[in-house]
């Protein structure tokens, strides 16, 4: 961000700024367009660098800040968007969204305003699916304009008429698009399992593991079950999903047999939901989220690129790139 905008930022701490108080929530939302916390920091900072570039009485025309801001971010965010798929396909491994930790939280309101209030209240969201990692996978699926129109609507609340203003399209086609993406996601996750319930099922997979119990292992996951690892070229995973129980089982004990002294197995929340941190060697080496579904443990994403890990390791020194 530039200094002026930082200087800001300093001072909405205290509230002394409304313009940059909406930082958060703009993050926020970058963060569900994008499935990355950088580009959604880096495409925050563009907003505001944007802002300040006007002058004082170009800002002071301006009736809703919150709302120019979420717009021009949004904008930035569809930019990104439509030339990450290019990157995305050089990308080595599996390309999958950053996990958060769990003290991330954000706001679930229409940005510039105090409440969200859907077309339909049929079609929400709730903060906790928003930001859930198989919902972010699902995400990456859809077409640029599809993934924003189902984010604005269904996370934030926008109406469809705004939305239309800020894609360039018009109402009926961001209506359109909302559709084919919700149906999307339905037809791709199955409903979650409640939140005591994965709790139970990552803290049952965690002891499995340390024990590295296969049987166990095996009856925790589902038959189908897919396990997919993001290494991003920099440190050691393998590169394709494995599929089925028995192969998950079996390639994550050999994991744990193959890491002298040991891997340390650690209950967190991420993304608002029940997971995994894994260190080597006091190292965070890994973060583990999890999609469960009748009781048993449906996929697995586990975050290996350190680049992407940065949340979770502050003050750590860089992870090994095996273990």
């Given at each position: 961000m530039t200094d002026h905008a930082t200087t800001h930022h300093d001072e909405s701490d205290g509230g002394l700024d409304p313009v940059i108080g909406e930082r958060r929530q703009l993050v926020?939302?970058?963060?569900?367009?994008?499935?990355?916390?950088?580009?959604?920091?880096?495409?925050?900072?563009?907003?505001?660098?944007?802002?300040?570039?006007?002058?004082?009485?170009?800002?002071?025309t301006i009736a809703s800040p919150g709302a120019w801001l979420a717009t021009v971010a949004t904008r930035v965010c569809l930019d990104i968007l439509r030339s990450a798929r290019v990157r995305r396909e050089r990308y080595v491994g599996a390309w999958l969204p950053e996990p958060l930790p769990e003290q991330t939280t954000w706001g679930n309101r229409h940005p510039g305003t105090t409440t969200t209030n859907p077309t339909d209240p049929a079609?929400?969201?709730?903060?906790?699916?928003?930001?859930?990692?198989?919902?972010?996978?699902?995400?990456?699926?859809?077409?640029?304009?599809?993934?924003?129109?189902?984010?604005?609507?269904?996370?934030?609340?926008?109406p469809f008429a705004d939305i239309a203003r800020i894609t360039g399209r018009t109402p009926a086609a961001c209506r359109e698009l909302a559709s084919t993406a919700r149906r999307r996601v339905r037809g791709s996750l199955p409903p979650q399992a409640p939140a005591a319930h994965q709790a139970r099922a990552?803290?049952?997979?965690?002891?499995?593991w340390d024990a590295q119990d296969i049987n166990a292992l095996v009856g925790l996951l589902a038959?189908?079950?897919t396990f997919t690892v993001d290494g991003g070229g920099v440190v050691a995973a393998v590169p394709y999903p494995i599929q089925g129980s028995e192969g998950i089982a079996r390639y994550l004990t050999d994991l744990a047999r193959r890491a002298p002294g040991g891997l340390t197995l650690a209950e967190r929340a991420v993304n608002h939901q029940a997971?995994?941190?894994?260190?080597?060697?006091?190292?965070t080496v890994a973060v583990y989220a999890f999609n469960i579904a009748d009781r048993r443990i449906t996929h697995i994403w586990a975050m290996r690129n350190p680049d992407k890990l940065r949340p979770w390791t502050t003050g750590s020194s860089a992870a090994p790139h095996a273990f």
């Open positions: 926020g939302l970058a963060y569900r367009l994008l499935g990355s916390l950088t580009e959604a920091e880096d495409a925050v900072q563009e907003t505001y660098t944007r802002w300040y570039a006007m002058s004082r009485r170009q800002q002071d079609d929400h969201v709730t903060l906790d699916e928003s930001v859930s990692m198989a919902f972010l996978v699902v995400l990456e699926s859809m077409t640029p304009a599809q993934r924003v129109a189902l984010v604005l609507h269904d996370v934030f609340g926008y990552v803290r049952d997979f965690k002891q499995a038959p189908g079950a997971g995994l941190l894994i260190e080597y060697a006091g190292v």
